[in-house]
């Protein structure tokens, strides 16, 4: 019953994981491969935290 108010944990993670994604690839389109590589490696360690915390859940 109460779980329709329960919030879903990954929720704000996933969002700040596509704003990382869309921050690299537009340095990816400025030409700025070093940010984009690190911008991306930041998004993949938000997506390991995603899938982690899922894993858990289950």
Same mark, same amino acid.
């Given at each position: 019953?109460?779980?329709?108010?329960?919030?879903?944990?990954?929720?704000?993670?996933? $969002?700040?994981?596509?704003?990382?994604? $869309?921050? /690299?690839?537009?340095?990816?389109?400025?030409?700025?491969?070093?940010?984009?590589?690190?911008?991306?490696?930041? /998004? #993949?360690?938000?997506?390991? $935290?995603? #899938?982690?915390? $899922?894993?858990? /859940?289950?």
């Amino acid at each position: 019953m109460f779980s329709l108010f329960k919030q879903d944990p990954t929720k704000k993670l996933r $969002e700040k994981y596509n704003a990382k994604l $869309e921050r /690299a690839m537009q340095a990816q389109r400025n030409g700025d491969i070093s940010s984009y590589s690190f911008i991306h490696a930041e /998004a #993949e360690d938000i997506w390991r $935290e995603i #899938e982690r915390i $899922e894993s858990s /859940a289950k």
